[in-house]
Structure formats: C-alpha cells, structure tokens
C-alpha cells in the first residue's frame, strides 16, 4: 500500500487550503458536504490525522470517526426527514476509493429514491 499522501484534496480541505462546506467538527475529525452528492444532504466524515484508509487507520483514528459517523448519520436523518441512511466506505482504487484519505461517505435515503451514480 503506497504512504499517505500530504498533498490529497481532503488534507488540502483540513488545511484550509482548498474550500468545504463545513457541517462537524471536533477534535478529532470533520464532517464536510460532498462537492458530488449522489443524495440529498450527502456528508463525508474524515479523521484531522493522517490516515489513507481503512487498512491504514489506527483503533483510535477509527472509533474517533466511526462515532462521528453515527452521530452525523443520526442527524441528517432528522434533519433531512429520511426514511434511511446509506454509510459507505471505500478502500484503495482496486476497491472504489478516489480520494486518499480516509472517509465515510453519509447519504440520506428516500423510500424509492435511488442514490445518484
Ligand atoms: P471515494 O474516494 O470514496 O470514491 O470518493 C471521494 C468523494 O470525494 C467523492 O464522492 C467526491 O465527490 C468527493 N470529492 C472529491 N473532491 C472533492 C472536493 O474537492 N471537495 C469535496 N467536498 N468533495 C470532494
């Protein structure tokens, strides 16, 4: 698996240096809108740590953001009236991941509303 990656758009997003709609912060990690959402209110949530992925992450990088996660996942169904949530993850190019930073995608659910590709 190649190193982390400094220069990755979302270690560039927690540096300020390119721009996010920010909805969550803590410590530990961030919650921003995905510039693509494929549903409404479409969340990501990523650790302030460097982290590539999954396989890359520390016990405490992940509980830190699998909590987030939860939390986010729990208001967005409020907030967005939801009748669901879909929570995804992805690992390596081989495995659906394009950003190389560790991330937990947050899509609200409609009944009968698929998400977008
Ligand atoms: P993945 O790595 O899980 O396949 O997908 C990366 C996600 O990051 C995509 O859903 C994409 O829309 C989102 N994304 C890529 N570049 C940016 C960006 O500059 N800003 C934000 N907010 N999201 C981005």
């Not at 939801?82 to 659906?96: P, R, S």
Request: glycine share 6%.
């Amino acid at each position: 698996m190649a190193a982390y990656d400094h220069e990755n758009i979302f270690a560039k997003i927690l540096r300020g240096e390119i721009p996010s709609t920010r909805v969550y912060e803590d410590d530990e990690t961030l919650a921003f809108m995905d510039i693509m959402p494929r549903s409404d209110g479409h969340l990501l949530v990523i650790p302030k740590t460097p982290c590539r992925n999954l396989l890359d992450a520390t016990p405490e990088q992940l509980a830190a953001v699998t909590a987030t996660v939860q939390k986010l996942a729990k208001a967005v169904v409020k907030a967005f009236n939801a009748d669901g949530v879909t929570v995804q993850q992805f690992n390596e190019a081989a495995g659906g991941q394009e950003v190389f930073h560790l991330h937990f995608h947050i899509l609200p659910r409609q009944e009968g509303v698929a998400i977008r590709p």
